[in-house]
């Protein structure tokens, strides 16, 4: 059964601390994955990884997929309150099923 | 503006009543989703669609329905064999399945 395996499940940092929140996939064949963050509503796009090796970043977040070893890391630097939020890392197998973890409640401590 | 509503936003049923969830994209995507969150969970796949008349179940499809005669549509039925229908559901749609999935601002379903 594909599946995704999200740790922490749960962080409490201080502002300006930096986290990497990881996600490992079992999956026969991974098509792309994608990186939402949600706070209590709606989950919201932050990054979507197709291709090894290659980092994707937009401001303080960045993130990067290992193909092989079906592996990927989000880093938060500098953190804020505002990040305050669960991650979610869900992937595409070859069937186009959308699969998530149960997401990495982050929370950050003024 | 294109992008993917859901309605109604908050819903109270009844225990034995159905209740139908309506998702609705303007987006031409193909591929539809329709998942449960609980409080402190991720989000569990209950159906998808890849294309109109098709769809497959997902991990718990057990009490739900769905139907997707049109390419933008793809309302969810709320079964009363659903036991613990009480919930938050969300609806994505993405192009082909692979693409970044966009999610409707979901709908807070409480049964009394």
């Known amino acids: 059964e594909d599946k995704v395996v999200q740790s922490p499940l749960s962080l409490v940092v201080h502002e300006g601390d930096t986290v990497t929140l990881n996600c490992s996939y079992e999956v026969t064949n991974f098509r792309s994955l994608l990186w939402y963050k949600q706070e209590k509503k709606a989950p919201t796009f932050l990054f979507m990884l197709?291709?090894?090796?290659i980092e994707k970043k937009s401001g303080r977040l960045s993130s990067i997929l290992d193909k092989k070893e079906l592996f990927s890391i989000l880093n938060i630097t500098a953190t804020q309150t505002g990040d305050s939020a669960v991650y979610l890392c869900p992937f595409y197998n070859q069937g186009g099923k959308l699969i998530f973890g149960q997401g990495t409640e982050l929370s950050v401590k003024p | 503006d294109g992008g993917i509503t859901q309605s109604p936003k908050y819903l109270f049923r009844k225990e034995g009543q159905n209740v139908t969830l309506s998702c609705e994209q303007n987006l031409n995507h193909d591929a539809m989703y329709w998942y449960r969150q609980d409080p402190g969970q991720g989000l569990r796949l209950i159906y998808y669609s890849q294309i109109v008349n098709d769809f497959q179940k997902g991990d718990i499809a057990e009490g739900y329905s769905v139907s997707r005669e049109k390419k933008e549509s793809f309302p969810l039925t709320v079964t009363s064999a659903q036991k613990n229908p009480t919930a938050f559901y969300l609806c994505a749609s993405s192009i082909g399945g692979r693409g970044r999935a966009f999610f409707g601002q979901g709908t807070r379903l409480t049964v009394v």
């Open positions: 197709t291709s090894s090796g």
